[in-house]
C-alpha cells in the first residue's frame, strides 16, 4: 500500500489480486443478495483507493482493509438490518465421480451451516467469518473491529461453540 500511495499502479494490482478472494468471500457471506454485496466490495475497494494519499502503516494492510469492509457493512446493517448469504446456495466443489448421496450430504451440511452462521449474534458471526474467510488472528479480528482482543476471542470462541453444537445437532 506504502508503493500504491506514492504512485505505483502495479502495487494496487497486487494488494488487489492478493486480497480479492478472501475479502469478496467476507462480504457475500455477511450480506445475503449476490448483487448487494459485489456492490460494498467494490465500494470498500473505492474506499481504499479514496485513502490512497492518506494511508499509514498502523497495522498490517489486512487488518487495515478489513477495517473498512467491518466499518461498510456495520453502516449497511444498521441501515437495513443483518442479513447472511444463503451458502445453501453453493454447491462444494466435486471430483466428477462425486457420488449423489454425498453431494446431498454435503449440500445438506452446507444448508445446516447456513442456519447456524444465520443463527449467531452479528458480532460473533463477524469474528468467526474474520477468522475464516481473511484468515484474521484474534488480535486482527480486534484492530479490524474496534472491539478489544478479549472481546474478540471470546466472540469467536462461542462462535466456534454454537457451530460446533448446531453441526452435531444435525
Known amino acids: 500500500m506504502l508503493a500504491y500511495r506514492q504512485g505505483d499502479a502495479g502495487a494496487f494490482e497486487t494488494l488487489y489480486n492478493r486480497h480479492k478472494g478472501p475479502l469478496y468471500r467476507f462480504v457475500l457471506r455477511s450480506i445475503r443478495e449476490r448483487g448487494l454485496a459485489e456492490e460494498l466490495y467494490q465500494e470498500i475497494w473505492m474506499r481504499v483507493i479514496e485513502a490512497r494519499g492518506r494511508y499509514s502503516v498502523q497495522a498490517k494492510f489486512t487488518t487495515w482493509l478489513y477495517t473498512i469492509a467491518h466499518n461498510r457493512l456495520t453502516d449497511h446493517w444498521r441501515r437495513r438490518g443483518l442479513q447472511l448469504v444463503e451458502l445453501a446456495d453453493h454447491d ?28 449467531l449474534p452479528e458480532a460473533q458471526r463477524e469474528a468467526f467469518l474474520l477468522h475464516e474467510e481473511a484468515g484474521m488472528s484474534v488480535a486482527e479480528i480486534a484492530a479490524a473491529t474496534g472491539a478489544g482482543e478479549e472481546a474478540a476471542k471470546s466472540r469467536l470462541r462461542y462462535a466456534l461453540a454454537k457451530l460446533r453444537e448446531a453441526l452435531a445437532d444435525g
Open 92 to 119: 462444494p466443489p466435486a471430483p466428477a465421480a462425486y457420488e449423489p448421496a454425498r453431494r446431498a450430504e454435503a449440500r445438506e451440511s452446507l444448508a445446516r451451516l447456513a442456519l447456524a452462521l444465520a443463527a
